[in-house]
């Protein structure tokens, strides 16, 4: 159960680092990106979404009893 909690923490954290990452490419205006962070913002939020969704796929339930 711990383990798809973290799961979910992190899926949703990669998602929000995505979205974070879209809008300061987007937000960019006179051709001045901001290379470095949209790259760190992109690979950090790839790692923790597919880290958190190899957890949630990756951990079986027990049944109680």
Known sequence: ??????GLILTMLGVLGLIAG??????????????KAICMYGIMALIFF?????LIRGTRDIPNG
């Open 50 to 54: 597919f880290a958190g969704v190899g």
């Open 22 to 35: 879209a809008v300061k490419f987007v937000g960019q205006s006179n051709n001045s990106y901001d290379i």
């Open 1 to 6: 159960m711990e383990k798809r909690v973290l």
